[in-house]
């Protein structure tokens, strides 16, 4: 039977807290889901989640599927008293639009709010600046500033939503990838070896994925993300012609990005899949990003990667938006294309 997405399971991780290097509230939760379903799974020293299936017969490939626990947020640093806190940025997160958005804080989901000066007291001047991290506080109120602490993650407070063929949520990158991960293995394909990384730290720097990868010393690997969707019209009404990727067109096979040159041969696996099962895709535009694929391709003597990503757009904000079609086909890609990998693949 083919695996099938799994909304519910999305929604519990996507509404998660797990900014970088607090990953553990995901971590509890991918240990729950794959229990059982795994020949050996272990947690190494950084945090990440180590899986294996083991397929039947010989000559199996090594294929590794990588997928980040981790979510851009906010740390922690200073305490100024009556429930205010300084706090510095986790990831790649865009300034402008962090005031007024509503934060959970510390492994109790503390309530809060990212507050700085109201309109109606700034001048003209200071409306034309880009508001400094430095010039906002995170307020959780004075009866709940001695439940916080330095150190502590926050994250955006965004609930789980359904909207149509559409769902929103934060965390989407790469929540979306790690259900989808979870699902691979309870319905993983018996000619490979499949090795399985949810990973830690990808959005300060691909870090979990090179350790993950030397550990697992796999013979090729896809990494499983989202991506983002610039497909919105122009500013000055003129056709999009850097859209990246676009919702509703199937999973982003990634040729190249910022990090990455793809193997040409898992590309062509991939699209020969997608048309022999007539599964949509779309081919990500090169250019900037990067995924775990960077860091898992120049792990040991070298390992021939691609990435395979649902699109989003708005990503790395408090709330993003994904089509429910394009996360099914990406599972529906990803498990048939295993299903037909063999050693020649890697000749």
């Not at 100024?80 to 804080?105: A, C, E, I, S, Y």
């Not at 989901?109 to 001047?125: E, M, Q």
């Not at 830690?200 to 979990?208: D, P, S, T």
């Not at 691609?306 to 938006?321: D, E, F, G, L, Q």
Request: charged share 25%; with cysteine; glycine share 10%.
């Amino acid at each position: 039977m083919p695996p099938r997405i799994n909304t519910s399971l999305l929604k519990r991780l996507t509404e998660a807290c797990a900014v970088s290097g607090d990953e553990g509230s995901v971590r509890e939760i991918v240990l729950e889901q794959i229990k059982g379903h795994a020949d050996d799974v272990q947690v190494d020293a950084l945090g990440n989640v180590l899986a294996t299936k083991l397929g039947k017969g010989k000559n199996r490939p090594r294929v590794l599927i990588a997928a980040h626990m981790d979510e851009v947020g906010f740390m922690i640093i200073y305490d100024d008293g009556d429930g205010l806190f300084r706090f510095d940025t986790v990831g790649g997160l865009d300034k402008r639009q962090l005031v007024g958005k509503p934060v959970w804080v510390g492994e109790d989901r503390i309530p809060g709010v990212i507050g700085a000066k109201p309109v109606h007291l700034t001048t003209s001047s200071e409306r034309s600046r880009a508001i400094s991290v430095d010039s906002l506080r995170i307020d959780v109120g004075p009866n709940n500033g001695g439940k916080v602490k330095v150190g502590d993650r926050a994250t955006f407070a965004t609930q789980f939503q359904r909207i149509g063929k559409s769902i929103r949520a934060k965390a989407i990158d790469d929540r979306i990838g790690v259900t989808t991960l979870i699902e691979l293995i309870k319905h993983a394909p018996n000619n490979i070896d499949l090795l399985a990384a949810f990973t830690v730290q990808e959005e300060v720097g691909l870090r979990g994925a090179r350790v993950a990868a030397y550990a697992l010393d796999p013979d090729l690997a896809i990494a499983l993300d989202s991506t983002p969707a610039m497909d919105l019209p122009t500013w000055d009404g003129e056709e999009n012609i850097r859209y990246n990727t676009k919702l509703g067109l199937g999973p982003a096979i990634y040729v190249a990005d910022g990090a990455t040159l793809s193997d040409p041969g898992l590309i062509r696996h991939l699209r020969e899949t997608a048309e022999a099962e007539g599964i949509p895709y779309q081919l990500r535009q090169p250019g900037g990003g990067g995924t775990d694929a960077g860091a898992i391709q120049r792990s040991r003597e070298g390992i021939p990667v691609v990435s395979v990503s649902v699109p989003a757009r708005y990503i790395h904000t408090a709330a993003s938006i994904a089509r429910i079609d394009d996360w099914r086909n990406t599972l529906s890609l990803l498990h048939s294309s295993l299903g037909t990998i063999t050693s020649d693949l890697l000749t």
